[in-house]
């Protein structure tokens, strides 16, 4: 008996050694297997990360063409706004130059409805000019520097609103790509 109980147990013992290989060997097997699957997927997910930086850096470098052609656009507009006003600024100033010289004179057309007596305006153009009525009368210069004055100021305000205008005009037509719409 006692052979009996060695041989069994000898058998058993081997039973449970090859058990027990047989066990780690499945689990190295599995281990193995999940492990190349969680390869797999982290492979996976860093392909889809790299793509997503990708497409962001893509729409970041899209967006700094936007802004870096609208600052071109915005500093050619500035330039030439600036270049317009220094023209008009130098007409006014030429305007202003003569009127101080008396190389200009401005007049105004008197009221022929105003005149009475013998000084009444003619209510027919005479021959040498095409003005109703031979009266009209010169401004003093002071006064008309200073009309002169106000016209610059309005001329001014005209150049700055059609700047203004043709700012606002752009950057409304300009897109999501960058792309002026005409």
């Known amino acids: 008996m006692k052979i009996d109980a060695v041989k069994w147990g000898g058998v058993l013992l081997i039973t449970l050694a090859l058990m027990a290989v047989s ?3 499945a ?3 599995q281990a193995n297997a999940y492990g190349q699957q ?3 997927k982290e492979a996976a997910h860093q392909d889809t990360l790299t793509n997503i930086a990708n497409a962001n850096s ?6 700094q063409g936007k802004r870096i052609a ?3 656009w915005l500093a050619a507009s500035d330039q030439a706004h600036y270049r317009v006003l220094i023209n008009e600024q130098a007409k006014q100033a030429r305007l202003r130059d003569r009127l101080a010289t008396a190389d200009l004179r401005l007049s105004v057309q008197l009221d022929p409805t105003a005149a009475t007596g013998c000084d009444a305006v003619q209510t027919t153009p005479s021959t040498g000019g095409v003005v109703y009525g ?3 009368a ?5 006064h008309a520097q200073r009309i002169i004055g106000i016209a610059d100021d309005g001329d001014k305000g005209l150049i700055a609103l059609k700047a203004c205008h043709e700012y606002v005009k752009r950057i409304s037509n300009f897109n999501m790509l960058g792309v002026v719409r005409e």
């Open 134 to 136: 031979a009266h009209r």
């Open 58 to 63: 893509a729409l970041v470098l899209a967006e």
């Open 138 to 142: 010169q401004l003093d210069p002071a």
């Open 38 to 40: 969680l390869t797999a």
């Open 23 to 25: 066990a780690w060997v």
């Open 70 to 72: 609208l600052e071109q």
């Open 27 to 29: 689990w190295a097997w």
